[in-house]
């Protein structure tokens, strides 16, 4: 594999394409323009009208679709580059069909100043080769004590505020911050885990743990902090995203506050989307994350819940881990996953199961996420950025740790069957990763 960069002031014809439209549901053949760096037009059916300076690609009747928003990944800048830097951590993403990502703030130093975003918005315009996003800290120096200063952290270009893998404990510092979030209309993402619901717990809790000798972290951990959060978010109006949601009492408490005016919306992460505690097998460190693989029931209960909509998103919760930190006994392992390469691969199995539509799985893979954030993307239409990728939805693969391109490699799809490959991935019109040949 080889990434490439086209001649940047050329317009590009990509023709001969599936268009899936994940914004309208929208699918057939069809050909779109792009021109500096935005979609000039779209032709459904037909190949737009070009002169001959024009650079045209063929798709031999590919997926063309937007390009994957991702709400939740750990980047490693500032502090933690041996975990992954910009620049690996982009290119994983560009193979991936990841086009934007939202990098967390829990670094060192955590991005809770404006000095910081503006270090990374730097560090990314010279490393990264997808569009990055900083979250800024929820709370200063992430201890959940005193709230960052939201004005000058957005206007520096943060576009939500959570506190990364941490949960925010103290529920009046939260209502402090839903308070003052809502004069920005700032979007306040929460991890919720009660740290003192989960106690020593390493994965979930149930039969399997208890046959594998393990302590479990309860499903109560996750459901007793996304209500006190849904009861605040209530109460002061405020923007609320509970990042990532794992079991069916969560996906119903989502699904009440909707209903009942919440301005709430929910993510999901790949891992507990297409893995469950079985996988966790002999003791794999690879499967241990947060928040933890639950059973199947439960599992089936997040998919329900996506393709129903009551799940907004989907993200890859990309925490990369050095050796070190994962060969070490189960229990004493560091949480976190590779993702960000190998999310789109992995949700495609809702789909050759036919479990969820192909649109509807890519709306909540860049169109919801993309509208989360206030972004154009997510969509095929005129004037919309041109951050498009062109997939083989078919295409059998086996992953292979040592050929992903992130720093880490500890992936819990390592030797999995998938379907699936980005050929191409643009970003602002350039195509920054083609797949090679081999």
């Not at 960000?340 to 691969?345: D, G, K, V």
């Amino acid at each position: 594999m080889a990434e490439t960069q086209d001649i940047a002031a050329q317009d590009i014809a990509i023709v001969n394409a599936r268009l899936v439209d994940p914004a309208t549901g929208r699918e057939g053949a069809g050909s779109v323009l792009l021109r500096d760096g935005a979609i000039a037009a779209v032709e459904w059916g037909a190949a737009p009208a070009t002169g001959e300076s024009v650079r045209h690609i063929d798709a031999k009747g590919l997926v063309l679709t937007p390009g994957l928003v991702d709400l939740r990944a750990f980047l490693g800048e500032p502090g933690a580059e041996f975990r992954e830097t910009l620049g690996s951590g982009s290119h994983a993403a560009a193979a991936g069909g990841v086009t934007t990502v939202v990098c967390r703030p829990d670094t060192d130093p955590p991005i809770d100043d404006p000095a910081i975003i503006d270090f990374l918005k730097r560090r990314a315009r010279d490393k990264a080769i997808v569009n990055v996003l900083p979250c800024a800290a929820l709370t200063k120096g992430l201890e959940g004590r005193e709230i960052t200063e939201f004005g000058l952290l957005l206007e520096a270009g943060a576009v939500a505020f959570c506190d990364g893998a941490r949960a925010l404990r103290n529920p009046q510092v939260m209502r402090r911050a839903m308070i003052y979030a809502g004069n920005f209309d700032a979007l306040i993402m929460n991890h919720v885990e009660d740290p003192e619901l989960r106690g020593s717990g390493v994965m979930n809790e149930g039969e399997f743990a208890s046959r594998k000798g393990l302590p479990g972290i309860p499903a109560e951990a996750e459901t007793v902090m996304l209500e006190r959060d849904l009861r605040l978010a209530r109460a002061t109006g405020a923007r609320y995203h509970a990042a990532m949601i794992s079991c069916a009492e969560s996906a119903e408490l989502v699904r009440r506050a909707k209903q009942d005016g919440v301005r709430v919306t929910c993510g999901v992460s790949i891992n507990n989307l297409t893995l469950n505690e079985n996988d966790v097998g002999d003791y794999r460190t690879f499967c241990k994350v947060s928040p933890p693989l639950r059973s199947e029931d439960e599992r089936l209960a997040m998919v329900a819940a996506l393709a129903e909509g009551v799940i907004d998103v989907i993200v890859s919760d990309h925490d990369p881990q050095d050796v070190e930190t994962k060969r070490q006994p189960f229990a004493e392992a560091a949480d976190g996953a590779l993702g960000i390469e190998t999310m789109l691969a992995a949700a495609l199995r809702m789909v050759q199961s036919e479990q969820i539509g192909l649109s509807a799985l890519l709306a909540a893979l860049s169109t919801r996420p993309a509208g989360l954030l206030g972004l154009g993307g997510g969509r095929l239409a005129a004037g919309a950025p041109a951050d498009l990728i062109l997939l083989d939805p078919d295409a059998p693969f086996v992953v292979d740790k040592r050929k992903l391109k992130s720093r880490a490699k500890n992936s819990p799809f390592d030797e999995a069957r998938l379907q699936g490959i980005v050929q191409t991935t643009f970003v602002g019109g350039r195509a920054v990763y083609e797949l090679g040949p081999g």
